[in-house]
């Protein structure tokens, strides 16, 4: 049985399976090539995709260097005091110094009750709530504190919130602050609201005792004085606001006529004789006494500091003067910040101007329709400042009208004056140089691993990762004597050490005036790696000249010569022209690749078409092979038959 052979199916005697590998294996050659060259085909693709990437970089890097959000114009603010006063600019900002003193910040309503029980009920009905003009009313049906606080996160998102804190274990406290600082957005309750807060502490009525005036309004002629009394003494402790409107307007002086007086006693005409047709004229008496000098008119007096307020010491205490160049302003003062006062004196020196002060109330800020907190955490106020020594009020801490391009964030007040500056943001702008300096070497690196066979170019780049090495390794003089990549790398080359032209005055024309250079000849001997075209940075020269010629730097990277407002010169902008038709939708290397993929379509195509026929050359081969190894074996059977038959008769 085991002498049994099956053409095609069991291992054959005749050894027909290695003589058809064999034979297959010559057949397969033209096919193992084509599989070669398409390996070839896509290791070439991907290398020319790695190379517009890289190259992509470098131009998007490079255009960003001279482009409109170019990083020479970004601003940086400073503040001597980061925990008083933050400030953030824009590019529209200019560069510039100031002062900054806080007075006051802006606060919003936070009102905390009383101790409530645990397990206490808000009784139903229409719940009003107001913050400023907008009103959040809503109808409860009666519940827990804890419920009718969640109903009111609930409704007041954006305007109002509410929150319980446990005070023992078995009271708790119910805080509700408004989410809107200043003090137009005052936290009122209306209906049922009103009487829920003043039965919890929330509020209670307004009992103190009103401070009056004894004037509202006053009016100041030029060289006069007036005084306002308080009713009783403002004290510093009770944190009240003396409010008023001030304005004034020029008063034109009254041409007086000014006598120019005796020069001496009246004494008389003298006499006059006339005798036989003559006249003869007596002689004026002399007096011993001098010309009277005629008057001198009045020299004009300008003095904007015209109110103050009296201490219950009697000593004056200026006010600020209102903002030269207004005809009027509101003022606001926080009188705790002056002790204790009890009256407002206007003494007014100006010779030309007069002076009104009107509607003159002070008030208590935490009383609203009548009513104060019983535990306020903070009260509605507005923020309160002076800037370069004039005074200005916002209902936000985020002041970003004042200053074009400046956006300063209160935080608290200020004791003394803090200084804020803004300035170009260095460190933008050299993060920027830095990726196009390592943009332009990382594009060098890929065009020498490609273009040279070199190991060694390789084992100099510190900065691959064990998978680029790799990568690098297998694609190491892929297209060497390629013009294309070597007329790329002589171009760059050309542009990084070629000389610019300047804004007036400057001599910032060469990359090597900011410490950016190949270093291919620093040191006594002869550096390979520096031989490559590498850029390198002299860190302490750059930031040199980024801290004091900022303009200079960034016409070196991308300058206006004619003055149409549009860039044509510079580094950035060399690089940006030399690298755009290559990387452009169309390029040059778009080109390349899409030869290459009609190359790969074919050359698949055609590996498809030639494992087709190794196939069918496969099965013609087995079909003979099993055919001839049929007939041996009938052949052999024959043979046998007739050797047993002879064995037979020969017994």
């Known amino acids: 049985m085991s002498d049994i052979s099956i053409p095609g199916v069991t291992a054959s005697k005749y050894k027909t399976d290695q003589l058809i590998e064999g034979l297959m294996k010559v057949e397969r050659i033209p096919r193992n090539r084509e599989e070669e060259q398409l390996k070839t085909y896509k290791a070439q693709q991907s290398a020319w995709r790695d190379l517009t990437r890289l190259s992509t970089t470098l131009r998007d890097t490079a255009k960003n260097l001279f482009s409109f959000n170019n990083p020479f114009t970004e601003k940086n603010g400073e503040s001597t005091n980061d925990r008083a006063v933050s400030v953030s600019a824009t590019r529209e900002a200019r560069e510039q110094s100031f002062k900054l003193k806080i007075n006051q910040v802006a606060a919003a309503d936070s009102f905390l009750s009383s101790e409530i029980p645990r397990d206490g009920k808000v009784p139903p009905g229409s719940y009003s709530f107001a913050v400023g003009d907008k009103t959040l009313q809503f109808q409860w ?95 510093a402790k009770d944190g009240l606001v003396l409010e008023y409107r001030i304005s004034w307007e020029t008063t034109e002086a009254g041409e007086t006529e000014v006598s120019p007086g005796a020069s001496g006693p009246v004494i008389g005409t003298p006499p ?76 007014n020196r100006n010779t030309e101007r007069s002076y009104k002060i009107e509607n003159i109330i002070i008030k208590d800020p935490k009383a609203s329709n009548g009513y104060v907190p019983v535990n306020p955490v903070s009260v509605a106020q507005d923020a309160r400042f002076t800037y370069e020594g004039i005074q200005i009020v916002r209902s936000t801490n985020s002041i970003d009208d004042l200053i074009p391009g400046v956006t300063l964030t209160l935080q608290e007040p200020t004791e003394n004056q803090e200084t804020i500056t803004i300035k170009p943001d260095t460190e933008v702008a050299k993060e920027a140089i830095i990726s196009l300096v390592g943009g332009y070497n990382r594009l060098m690196a890929e065009i020498n691993i490609l273009t040279q066979l070199k190991p060694e170019i390789i084992s100099e780049i510190q900065y691959f990762t064990e998978e680029e090495r790799k990568s690098s390794e297998e694609k190491l003089g892929m297209m060497q004597g390629d013009t294309t990549l070597n007329g790329i790398k002589s171009s760059l080359q050309r542009i990084t050490s070629g000389s610019y032209p300047a804004i007036e005055g400057s001599a910032l024309r060469l990359l090597s005036d900011l410490g950016i250079s190949t270093k291919s000849n620093a040191g006594g001997g002869v550096d390979s790696a520096r031989l490559r075209g590498y850029l390198e940075i002299d860190e302490k020269k750059l930031d040199e000249a980024l801290k004091n010629r900022m303009p200079e730097i960034k016409s070196l990277f991308g300058l206006d010569t004619d003055g149409d407002l549009i860039i044509d010169a510079g580094v950035a902008f060399s690089i940006d022209s030399q690298l755009t038709p290559y990387v452009q939708t169309g390029g040059i290397f778009s080109t390349r690749t899409n030869g290459l993929a009609s190359r790969i379509t074919n050359s698949e195509k055609k590996i498809t078409q030639l494992d087709k026929q190794l196939e069918d050359k496969e099965d013609e081969l087995r079909n003979k092979y099993g055919k001839m190894e049929g007939t041996l074996n009938n052949l052999q059977n024959q043979s046998n038959s007739i050797s047993n038959f002879n064995k037979q008769n020969s017994n």
């Open 141 to 235: 049906k009666g519940g827990t504190y804890q419920d009718f606080s969640d109903a009111l996160n609930r409704r007041g998102t954006g305007m109002l919130r509410s929150s319980l804190i446990q005070v023992t274990p078995n009271t708790r406290a119910l805080l509700i602050e408004s989410l809107k600082t200043g003090e137009k957005h005052r936290l009122s309750f209306e209906d049922d609201a009103k009487t829920f807060a003043l039965d919890v502490g929330l509020i209670k009525k307004d009992e103190a005792n009103a401070i009056e005036t004894s004037l509202s309004d006053v009016y100041a002629p030029p060289v006069s004085n007036s005084l306002v009394e308080f009713s009783s003494t403002a004290r």
């Open 272 to 347: 006059v004789l006339e005798w036989k047709g003559i006249t003869i004229q007596n002689t004026p008496s002399e007096t011993a006494l001098t010309q009277t000098a005629p008057p001198q008119p009045k020299v004009p007096v300008t003095d904007p500091s015209v109110v103050s307020l009296r201490s219950s010491r009697g000593q004056a205490m200026p006010l600020p003067p209102p903002p030269e160049g207004e005809l009027s302003s509101d003022v606001s003062i926080n009188l705790s910040e002056f002790g204790d006062v009890n009256a407002l004196v206007i003494h």
